[in-house]
């Protein structure tokens, strides 16, 4: 049996979040007794010219509501909006996951809208509060690109949409090498991806020989979605866990503790 606190011992697991991001999970990690293997799949870079963003944040009075997709979204937009002025008393905020609401928390944004069960654009738009906007004026803070469901649906149901970039995403420039080694010894027993684009990035940056290791290694994602494009990838062992840095952690504590019990010796 595996003791309490190290549920994960003996895994190495790869993390490829933004490497500002990856502490938290990393800890997490090392807490259960494995080992954080970090290789960021993706760069949060700020714009090349916020002048757009700040003008947009000069007249925040003519929405009705502002919502954040993301932590980044939360970090580069706030620290702009503190810059210049307040929020307005009046604005509504709202956000797509939790991980967004803890960080406008360390703002002092409280009463956030966030879904209640599903942690993504659909579980935003099924809250009460979002079925009767028509006529509203919404703001949009997001990276450059991503999805536009959150924004069709709501113009859809009457609403008028800005969005607001307040950063880009890259692919990194990095050497997978070390990481090949590290899989060709076996010591990358899983893997953890938080977004589509991130996975996409990680299955360029380790090439050919990289990718036939992560087709055969369990991946943990917190998204069906994500896990939709890694079986269309031809990802092999594909495991959604709850939301979370928190559901990643459980769903692979609950992973190995089925492969120990399946294989005492592992």
Known sequence: MTAAGEALAGLGILVTRPAHQAE????????QGGEAILFPAM???????????????????????AIFI??????????????????????RIAAVGKGSRKALAQFGVENVLVPRERFDSEGLLAL???????????????????RELLADELQRRGANIE??????????????????????????QAVTVTSVEMLHNLFDL?????QQWLKSTPLFVPHERIAEAARGMGLNQVIVTAPGDEGLI???????AARQQSNPLK
């Open 70 to 91: 993301s932590p980044n979204a939360v970090a580069k937009a706030m620290n702009l909006i503190r810059a210049r002025r307040t929020l307005p008393a009046d604005l």
């Open 250 to 256: 459980a769903g692979m504590a609950a992973w190995q």
């Open 206 to 210: 380790v090439g050919k020989l990289g």
């Open 128 to 146: 009460p509060e979002l079925q009767s906007v028509a006529g509203k004026r919404i703001v949009i803070f997001r990276g450059d690109g991503g």
């Open 43 to 65: 760069e949060i870079v700020d714009l090349p010219d916020v002048r757009p963003l700040n003008a947009l944040i000069d007249r925040l009075e003519e929405f009705d509501l």
């Open 163 to 188: 969005y607001a970039e307040c950063y880009r995403r890259e692919k990194p420039q990095a050497d997978s090498a070390q990481l090949l080694h590290r899989w060709a010894r076996n010591e990358v």
């Open 24 to 31: 938290h999970l990393s800890r997490l990690i090392r807490e």
